[in-house]
């Protein structure tokens, strides 16, 4: 079967460093996105991964090792803005087909 | 400014009555996609369409369908089969597939109640 694991909620205190780590298994990979989804609003693409290693982008960077099926994304100097939904999510073989994990409910609290 | 542009934003269906969200993308975007949030669940696909004129079944096509007759409007019509249909609708779109970073483009939702 196809499977994405993260954790349901997660709580960090502003201006700290956060990490929110995701397992898959999926029948092919094409990558690995991951987005940002605050409360009732569209989610907003944040990184991609397709080779391993890690991918920073300002404040915001993710890690993706293939051969465990694992990535993560680690967000610094935390601001309460950051408080959001984060969502991992492979796109299979094919390109067209993009799996989503259930998201991880981030807190930032003062 | 490009982008997506779904409508209604809430939207009430009363027993046996079908109803339709619209989907409107204008970035020239090949791809397009429906899926349902549920709370506490990920986002599930519901169709998919690569070009104009052809799409293809997700995870959970059952009491759904969909047309692609313009590049630019993918609507989909929730059916009276689909016996759970409350959920919040986000539809998507992306450069073409076949691999590649192409991120989707989502729009802002419909979110969908049973009277």
């Known amino acids: 079967g196809q499977n994405i694991d993260q954790p349901t909620e997660m709580t960090a205190t502003e201006g700290a460093i956060v990490q929110i780590n995701c397992t898959y298994q999926?029948?092919?990979?094409?990558?690995l996105f991951w987005y940002q989804q605050h409360a009732g609003e569209a989610p907003t693409f944040l990184s991609y991964?397709?080779?391993?290693g890690l991918e920073e982008k300002g404040r915001f960077s993710s890690f993706l090792s293939r051969s465990k099926g694992y990535s993560y994304l680690l967000l610094k100097e935390l601001q309460m803005k950051d408080s959001a939904s984060y969502l991992c999510?492979?796109?299979?073989?094919?390109?067209?087909?993009?799996?989503f994990g259930a998201g991880t409910r981030l807190f930032v609290k003062a | 400014d490009g982008g997506i542009t779904q409508s209604p934003k809430y939207l009430f269906r009363k027993e046996g009555q079908n109803v339709t969200l619209s989907c409107e993308q204008n970035?020239?975007?090949?791809?397009m996609y429906w899926y349902r949030q549920d709370p506490g669940q990920g986002l599930r696909l519901i169709y998919y369409?690569?070009?104009?004129?052809?799409?293809q079944k997700g995870d959970i096509a059952e009491g759904y369908s969909v047309s692609r007759e313009k590049k630019e409007s993918f609507p989909l019509t929730v059916t009276s089969a689909q016996k759970n249909p409350t959920a919040f609708y986000l539809c998507?779109?992306?450069?073409?597939?076949?691999?590649?970073?192409?991120?989707?483009?989502f729009g802002d939702g419909t979110r969908l109640s049973i009277l």
């Open positions: 998507a779109s992306s450069h073409g597939g076949g691999g590649g970073n192409q991120p989707q483009h």
């Open positions: 999926t029948s092919g990979f094409n990558g």
């Open positions: 991964n397709v080779l391993d």
């Open positions: 999510a492979v796109l299979s073989s094919g390109g067209f087909k993009t799996i």
């Open positions: 970035l020239n975007h090949d791809a």
């Open positions: 369409s690569q070009i104009v004129n052809d799409f």
